[in-house]
């Protein structure tokens, strides 16, 4: 982590403006009830009241995206016979910089990476993206009564994920260079030396931790997932509430389930990446009709078990939940994610 500098209430705008003179910056944005992220207009200012609607993950993981564009070619000799050309789509090498979402929405990208950029394997349109993204978050000084990062090992200062941590202090923010792509944009006039302020975050960081509470003890959830895997009665208890609308998978920063489509005009198409959704009926169908999972409480038990219990399992018992509360504020029958996994722990103990 680099020294940090001050960026002023009065030079947020400036610096927000050189930002966008060498990148595409996007900043939130109020629509409606929600808050989105857009690309910049410097006559709206960034909505930094709450934390975004949506993850900000869709620039580094669009919800569409084109992997390959193809076309068909007719030989007019063998009319039965057509020739096949491919243009692999990998993005362009445009940089952006995402200003103002919070820690945990950045912190997903760690559970992506794990996925989808390592040694042994490589999806060259996320790590293209990856590469070229910059995320400017904002550490929370309150918590939403939704929220729950200090559950699953992070905070509401949790800088992984992020290449710059601002911290809100009177007049402005004290911000943190947490990777080079973050140092380079805090090389600029409109920043200045930190000097006492460095304190003062650390006691914005302090308190709003300390304000969240003990959080509970979830190393046993893994294990207390597996367990409950086949006990219907509790997942149909579980799920009961639950609409199959699907908005919990939509708002997750952690989701990376994708599903490939293509689609033709004539003799032209393209191979499409869309982002898929575990609690939808279409998930697991099979072309046979058969599907595995047939029920909501199959499908809640997949999402709740792949981010307690299967990811962990695979990956050091790092869990694929940032605690952001998105599943649990836009819910709308009220099923809590947190609940679920205080029950299936609960109820390993009174075995």
Same mark, same amino acid.
């Given at each position: 982590?680099?020294?940090?500098?001050?960026?002023?209430?009065?030079?947020?705008?400036?610096?927000?403006?050189?930002?966008?003179?060498?990148?595409?910056?996007?900043?939130?944005?109020?629509?409606?009830?929600?808050?989105?992220?857009?690309?910049?207009?410097?006559?709206?200012?960034?909505? =930094?009241?709450?934390?975004?609607?949506?993850?900000?993950?869709?620039?580094v993981f669009p919800a569409c995206e084109v992997l390959a564009r193809y076309n068909y070619a007719k030989?007019?000799?063998?009319?039965?016979?057509?020739?096949?050309?491919?243009?692999?789509?990998?993005?362009?090498?445009?940089?952006?910089?995402?200003?103002?979402?919070?820690?945990?929405?950045?912190?997903?990208?760690?559970?992506?990476?794990?996925? @989808?950029?390592?040694?042994?394997?490589?999806?060259? @349109?996320?790590?293209?993206?990856?590469?070229?993204?910059?995320?400017?978050?904002?550490?929370?000084?309150?918590?939403?009564?939704?929220?729950?990062?200090?559950?699953?090992?992070?905070?509401?200062?949790?800088?992984?994920?992020?290449?710059?941590?601002?911290?809100?202090?009177?007049?402005?923010?004290?911000?943190?260079?947490?990777?080079?792509?973050?140092?380079?944009?805090?090389?600029?006039?409109?920043?200045?030396?930190?000097?006492?302020?460095?304190?003062?975050?650390?006691?914005?960081?302090?308190?709003? =931790?300390?304000?969240? $509470?003990? +959080?509970?003890?979830?190393?046993?959830?893994?294990?207390?997932?597996?367990?409950?895997?086949?006990?219907?009665?509790?997942?149909?208890?579980?799920?009961?509430?639950?609409?199959?609308?699907? +908005?919990?998978?939509? =708002?997750?920063?952690?989701?990376?389930?994708?599903?490939?489509?293509?689609?033709?005009?004539? =003799?032209?198409?393209?191979?499409?990446?869309?982002?898929?959704?575990?609690?939808? @009926?279409?998930?697991?169908?099979?072309?046979?009709?058969?599907?595995?999972?047939?029920?909501?409480?199959?499908?809640?038990?997949?999402?709740?078990?792949?981010?307690?219990? @299967?990811?962990?399992?695979?990956? $050091?018992?790092?869990?694929?939940?940032?605690?952001?509360?998105?599943?649990?504020?836009?819910?709308?029958?009220?099923v809590d994610i947190r609940q679920i996994v205080l029950a299936a722990i609960e109820r390993a103990a009174a075995k």
């Amino acid at each position: 982590m680099h020294a940090g500098k001050f960026l002023s209430d009065a030079s947020l705008h400036s610096w927000l403006n050189e930002l966008a003179a060498k990148q595409t910056l996007l900043t939130p944005r109020r629509e409606g009830d929600a808050i989105v992220f857009r690309p910049y207009d410097p006559s709206i200012p960034p909505e =930094l009241s709450r934390d975004a609607t949506m993850p900000p993950k869709e620039p580094v993981f669009p919800a569409c995206e084109v992997l390959a564009r193809y076309n068909y070619a007719k030989n007019p000799d063998e009319p039965a016979q057509a020739g096949l050309t491919l243009q692999e789509c990998i993005p362009p090498d445009v940089p952006t910089v995402v200003f103002g979402a919070r820690p945990c929405g950045a912190r997903g990208f760690t559970t992506f990476d794990r996925v @989808y950029d390592t040694d042994n394997k490589c999806d060259p @349109y996320y790590a293209a993206r990856r590469a070229c993204a910059t995320y400017v978050t904002l550490a929370c000084r309150d918590a939403g009564n939704t929220c729950f990062c200090h559950w699953v090992g992070s905070g509401p200062a949790d800088a992984a994920g992020s290449d710059v941590l601002l911290t809100p202090v009177k007049d402005g923010f004290v911000a943190e260079a947490i990777t080079e792509k973050g140092a380079a944009l805090l090389d600029s006039k409109h920043l200045s030396a930190v000097g006492k302020r460095a304190k003062e975050a650390e006691a914005v960081k302090a308190k709003a =931790l300390a304000a969240m $509470g003990p +959080a509970p003890d979830l190393t046993g959830a893994p294990k207390a997932l597996l367990a409950a895997f086949d006990d219907m009665d509790f997942w149909t208890g579980m799920s009961a509430k639950c609409i199959s609308c699907g +908005a919990c998978t939509y =708002l997750c920063p952690t989701c990376y389930c994708f599903n490939i489509t293509d689609e033709m005009r004539g =003799l032209g198409g393209a191979r499409i990446r869309t982002w898929d959704n575990c609690m939808l @009926y279409q998930y697991t169908q099979e072309a046979s009709g058969h599907n595995p999972r047939p029920t909501k409480a199959h499908r809640l038990k997949n999402r709740v078990g792949h981010k307690f219990s @299967y990811y962990p399992g695979i990956h $050091g018992g790092v869990m694929a939940c940032c605690g952001c509360g998105r599943c649990i504020k836009s819910c709308p029958a009220g099923v809590d994610i947190r609940q679920i996994v205080l029950a299936a722990i609960e109820r390993a103990a009174a075995k």
